[in-house]
């Protein structure tokens, strides 16, 4: 009655063993990346020089030229199997040197506001625009003034991000299109102008920009955004005094396209050369920052990746690429010309992975794939309990991989916490000596130790 | 066949059907514990007074009992059911006005450092105290080298925080002997002074201070920490120039024991009165900061649970009791107070929590309590998924709230993300501005709905 017994378990501890000694591979290796990241603050110093002795690099600008640049001598400095600059046609717009709002109130006096224009919008003019303001909450309370109120006026769109939603994301999401269709919808109605309370879920005086949209159906109006603080003020103020006037003038200007590039370096894979694993984040970043959370840190991480397998000694199966996209702020035209000559070159990318969620400590991955690749990524948790990342669920991945979807490529973002992610988003905030160094390399681990088992098992 | 199993679900449904109303009316309850965090920044702007206008605090100083004052007011403002001082005899040591240490190297020239006096350090004197530098990594490597090679030196501990460590905690925790310790063990083997590498995994020129012990069978010697960017300076100048010279000069000085308090504040339970659930943090800080992160953020948390009651009108049934300790930071004469008056007035605590691991964003809780209760809790921890709490395991709680597990109370530690604590700990960079009101506001929603549960449901 025992030999039975026996005989399975004899069969069965090989294969169980197997299981249990890859594992424990797995966790030696991904262990030695966490330290290699941990240990070597090469993202970090990159990072520095990017934020510091660059700064604030919108497409089609130099600082944006001076950016590919550099990220292509990093990259070159690496010795690398691959470096290469990958041509991308973007627009050009120069924020110029006066963006200023001052509130003139017979009844309160005047006060100037702390205000940014928002990117891609046209300027005021050398005569600025002197008008009269309507307080606006959403597209709807517009239409209901109509034209016969809007027409010839400034509109002042004031929704404030919901502070009580755990995620900013989801606040920042239902407060943005102010910023995106504002104009555009003010214009329709013979606006002259808008004022965007800044789309953050902060108390402050950082004006945050980002771009928005104009119609081709409708006049182009100049749009400015206002920090959160001073739109309260303008707020009360309006309540107080309804004819008050807002003087607004802005020299920013739309120039034609120029070229520009994505910056790609890769390792060759020693088994499947011509299968793919991408990763990094955007390197154009608005102007009014460093670009440090949004994106420098995703591209110094996506590096990361690369050096921490060099240093490693660790050959991949497959090709690792790090990409520093172009254009994420205005118009992703860096990840559409990525995916293009991926479909062009009939590349095969087995996995994508993006960071662009800001430089706070990891939390885990949104995956946009297969159920079967989500599940896949999902029996990796365990592997990542250590380095206490938690969150593995279906979600969205990042701007510059998502092109690559329609290609069949397993897209993930790397999530980060974010709550103090809107302090820095789009506005001058957002620099160097505000990430921290250990949450940035620890984020830079995260998807070393996933590209090594995507590498390792695929999706 | 059928009725049976008809019989079972309406003998079966009403008790799901109850236990689902429960769960769904706790997650109502948690939902608005967490919006009402989230919307009035009450604590945030408590906290701001406490590091502002009142700033670092250590016990026995002036700053300590305007601390005390101004936290019983914001308590007698609030209209509890009891606002009361609970004495506390505290140490008392003033850093003066002179900290300085210079080196002095015929071959490299002079440099001043970072550097702080270490908590209840004795001064150096007026002349200062001027003499060659022993560098050693342990104590091991300290009595090696003997007394023939220690004494009349200055002993220079510069062992480093282990970086690769996820938890920054434990990488404190395997340096911070040297700062607690340090001084005694050189004195042992005639050290004139010692001077300690900060005990962080950073590299900045902040000189992190904490507490350090002397024996009373060795003489007393002075002890200061200096910034881990000066820590590899000093190394290396020491490599280049064995024979180099440290001068020290400090005004540091222990002074009587004085009076001081923990503040108390209560609303009175509806139903068992005399059971209490205790929470808060620290309101002692080190002097060289402002106390905001350790531990004016635990402080403000824990009235804001009771302002979130107040706020949502809700009456607990067991008494809720916000605590402000005094002295944690050097002998937890506040913790031991409290614990003894609750012995004495046999009080019965069933539950204690304390926040003093910074103020991040909340991870979820540390529990030392019997199995049964911290099952009990990590079966709430469905509740808290919407909050990203992700965190429920044995281990342990807070400084303040150990004295009372003699007392058999279920003891709770909020655990926050750890990754840049030691950022501030201890040192000047511990400043309001550097603590996040969302994730300050996290923390306090988190705290309550853990109040919440526990009043409802015990431990």
Known sequence: MRKPVLFALILTLPAFMQVSRAQNQD???????????????????????????????????????????????????MKLDT???????????????????????????????????????????????????VEVHNFDELKAIGRSGIEGKIVFFNRAADDSRISPF????????????????????????????????????????????????????????????????????LKDDPSLKLSMKMNCINLPEVQSSNVIGEIRGSEHPEEIIVFGGHLDSWDIGQGAHDDGAGVVQGIDILRIYQALGMKPKHTLRAVAFMDEEIAQRGADAYAEAAKKKSEKHIGAIEADRGAAVPQGFSVDASDSSIEKIKSWKPLFKPYNLWFFEKGGSGADIHALKKQGTPL?????????????????????????PRELELGAAAMAGLVYLIDTYGL
Chains 1, 2 share one sequence.
């Not at 990346?33 to 002795?53: G, I, Q, S």
């Not at 109130?105 to 005569?127: P, Q, R």
């Not at 910023?179 to 003010?186: F, H, I």
């Not at 973002?413 to 505000?434: E, I, K, S």
């Open 412 to 436: 993930i973002g790397l999530v980060t916490d974010p709550q103090r992610y809107f302090d820095f988003h789009h506005c001058a905030n957002d620099t160097y000596d505000l990430v921290n």
């Open 83 to 133: 470096v290469f600059l990958q041509p991308v046609m973007v627009k050009h717009w120069e924020r110029g040197t006066i963006e200023t709002a001052t509130v003139f109130s017979e009844k309160k006096g005047s006060v100037e506001l702390h205000v940014c224009a928002l990117g891609t919008s046209i300027g005021t003019g050398d005569a600025g625009i002197k008008a009269k303001v």
């Open 170 to 237: 989801e606040a920042y999401g239902r407060s943005v299109d102010q910023r995106t269709q504002g104009a555009m919808q003010a214009a329709r109605l013979g606006a002259l102008a808008v004022i965007v309370r800044s789309a953050a879920p902060v108390h402050n005086n950082f004006p945050h920009t980002g771009v928005l949209h104009y119609a081709d159906s409708v006049k182009a109006i100049p749009a400015m955004a206002v920090g959160t603080n001073d739109a309260d003020l303008l707020s009360a103020w």
């Open 27 to 77: 966790s030696v290796i991904l262990r030695k990346m966490y330290t290699e990241a941990l240990m070597n603050p090469v993202a970090y110093k990159n990072l520095d020089y990017l934020c510091t002795k660059i700064g604030g690099r919108i497409c089609g600008t130099a600082k944006a030229e001076e950016a590919v640049q550099y990220i292509k001598k990093v990259m070159e400095g």
